[in-house]
């Protein structure tokens, strides 16, 4: 039987009725036609379909959407604003950060909310000391931060760097 | 995916009354593992209860010095606890050399705890696994064993344990504490897994219908000297092929007491405790730690193509034991 509930994505109040077993994947994609997230192995590996979920990124696919009525939920093509691109967006494409570009929104959403994280002190596999208060995202942390993100084309040497680069600028908004 | 109904309770007691009246169905959470075998038809509960909201999802000081984890603190929240990572670094660390950031965000304290083997077997529903299908046989035993435990196995069943967290939790004598329809229990959480024996589809000791709703550490002085190591095929994202947990508390050169936990290498988080009782009051040297890990091994008994494991557990419990601030 299908459960209504609400979703506010991309700035925008959605209302849908949904099966129970469709994951919040299915939900955008196929239901509301916001097609950002993508469904690369949809068992939680591949990090295509990240997501800002209430603010945190998560695997959209590994996520039932009954279970997220009323989440706010941000994708890759809410991070622009007025037409202005996110930063992170601006520094993949400066940085030539993709070569097929599947992988892609869901590598700049992860970036984007791997950088609050980091932003809010959180340690990392790699931290030497967990008692630091702040973490500096050299290569090596933003590797291990990113690595629930895989881009099969192997543009990640050029993905560090666009990255690193919006963390030393702008940062997080 | 098999159609399921899905149910919400208003608080805890509700929840485990609401799936005790059902024949099988599964608490929600997180859902990262959960909702995945049930993608691939290896779990197909008639019910799922979400509980996400309903236990707590904060970390509360303990009157004796413990910590109280509530069952919906996220795996990102407990790493990055500053209490956790001063006073027990060895359960943020393995924490965080579990899974990805953004799965450690959605995943919580229970759903860690309950999370199912990796087997190849297990999620391959083309082949016998005693655990997916009891009665079916075990494709393990002489299929590719490499991942497969060392210790603990029986004839029906080599799957590991895949969990980094419940690891150190158990090198810390954490304490499970339930919600069933029987009533409120408190499980060592020794006590909370099983080995396979004749029933590897039971992988824990929980009820039907029996909610975990938080998990204490108790306190541990040494606990602050303590730290986890992991070995796995590819430096991140990976379950660990051997992983070890370890506390250590030395004084004037000799070992006064130690915790040690072993991940990757059998059903359950395996306690070393054959290796702190050679380790209690011997020196702090390289010899006393290599000395300790071989007796934990001395019983393993590899497959096939797992014999590499054994001499690994030994290194990485050496290594980790000497890595150990007190031990410098």
Sequence with gaps: MDVGITLKVDGIQQRIAVDPRTTLLDALRERLGIYGPKKGCDHGQCGACTVLLDGMRANS????AVAHDGAEIITAEGLAEDGELHPMQ????????FQCGYCTPGQIVSAVGMLAEA???????????????????????????????????????NIVPAIRETAAGAGPR | MKPFRYERAENVSGAVATLARERTGEFLAGGTNLVDLMKLDIMQPDVLVDVRRLTSGEIEDLPDGGLRIGAAVTNSDLAADARVRSRYPVLSQALLSGASGQLRNLATTGGNLLQRTRCAYFYDTTTPCNKREPGTGCSALQGCNSGHAILGASPHCVATHPSD?????????????TRGPAGEREIPISDLYRLPGQEPERDTTLEHAELITAVDLPPLEFSPNSRYRKVRERASYAFALVSVAAAL???????????????????????????????RGAPAVQESFRAAADAELADAAPLRDNAYKVPLAVNVMTRTLLDLPESR
């Design chain 1, 61 to 64: 696919c590994l996520a039932l």
């Design chain 1, 90 to 97: 601006r520094s993949f494409i400066e940085h030539d950060a």
């Design chain 1, 119 to 157: 932003e809010a002190g959180w340690p990392s596999h790699v931290t030497r000391d967990l008692g630091a208060a702040d973490v500096p995202l050299t290569d090596e942390e933003i590797r291990e931060r990113m690595s629930g993100n895989l881009c099969r084309c192997g543009a990640y040497a």
């Design chain 2, 165 to 177: 967290m419940a690891v150190a939790m158990t090198a810390l004598d954490a304490v499970v504490r």
């Design chain 2, 249 to 279: 508390r030395v004084r004037d050169g000799v070992v006064l007491d130690t915790r040690i936990a072993l991940g990757g290498v059998a059903h359950k988080p395996w306690r070393a405790r054959k290796a702190e009782d050679v380790l």
